[in-house]
């Protein structure tokens, strides 16, 4: 049973640019939901997605942008790359209702660092 | 606001003792309160939850425990091995599942 999967692992980018980062959540789980990780920080919580609608959102700007596809996948977009979103982005799945436990699945997440 | 914290400092122990982590948290009441392990590079990886009504919980050399009076829980690691070397979170449920709040982490170091 594979875990959360995230693609790419590492990237460079330059400022003004745009990226496009990309979860599979863990079979059987259908909310999707993107944190941001800081070096030395805990993670942020950026927005979830359930039935491909954003349902939450923190405090972030509208340059964080996010989809989900009908499979439960998902993409986290960034525009106008700043260098303060250098960081760790996870990506972590859980079923709809919790799971009883509320736990969430983390991805071993997607380092970016913008130059 | 609403914080959630933890103790920035590294917490260095011998293997074998037992390491104790604080969370506290400020203008809130959680429902419950998560822990997670992280390694290096690696993403969180979900250890214990506690609810409000619950005094302890426990897995295996891991106890946590919920103080809604002190606004605190600690978070025990017995008989520690050098494997257990982590940095470990506190996240407390924020409106509904999936949406955490995190502390920023404390690093514990186990040395043999």
């Known amino acids: 049973d594979a875990g959360v999967t995230q693609s790419p692992t590492h990237l460079i980018k330059t400022r003004g640019q745009q990226v496009t980062l990309r979860c599979s959540p863990k079979?059987?789980?259908?909310?999707v939901s993107w944190y941001q990780q800081a070096l030395g920080q805990g993670p942020q919580f950026i927005f979830q997605?359930?039935?491909?609608?954003?349902?939450q959102r923190g405090n972030f700007p509208d340059r964080f942008s996010g989809h989900q596809f009908p499979n439960y996948s998902s993409e986290l977009n960034v525009n106008a790359l700043l260098l303060g979103d250098s960081a760790l982005y996870l990506c972590a799945s859980s079923p709809a209702t919790g799971g009883g436990t509320g736990e969430l699945f983390f991805g071993e997440g997607s380092r970016l660092t913008v130059l | 606001s609403q914080k959630i914290e933890q103790n920035s400092e590294a917490l260095n122990i011998q293997e074998g003792k037992t390491a104790t982590l604080t969370c506290n948290y400020t203008n809130y009441s959680p429902a419950y309160l998560q822990w997670y392990r992280q390694d290096p590079g690696r993403g969180p990886v979900f250890l214990l939850l506690?609810?409000?009504?619950?005094k302890e919980k426990r897995k295996e050399r891991l106890k946590v425990t919920f103080d809604t009076t002190l606004k605190q829980s600690l978070f025990h690691i017995t008989a520690s091995q050098p494997a257990d070397s982590a940095t470990y979170l506190c996240s407390r449920g924020a409106d509904s599942w999936g949406k955490l709040q995190f502390g920023a982490g404390t690093q514990v170091v186990v040395t043999p």
């Open positions: 997605y359930y039935e491909e609608e954003e349902r």
């Open positions: 506690i609810r409000e009504n619950e």
């Open positions: 079979s059987g789980h259908d909310t």
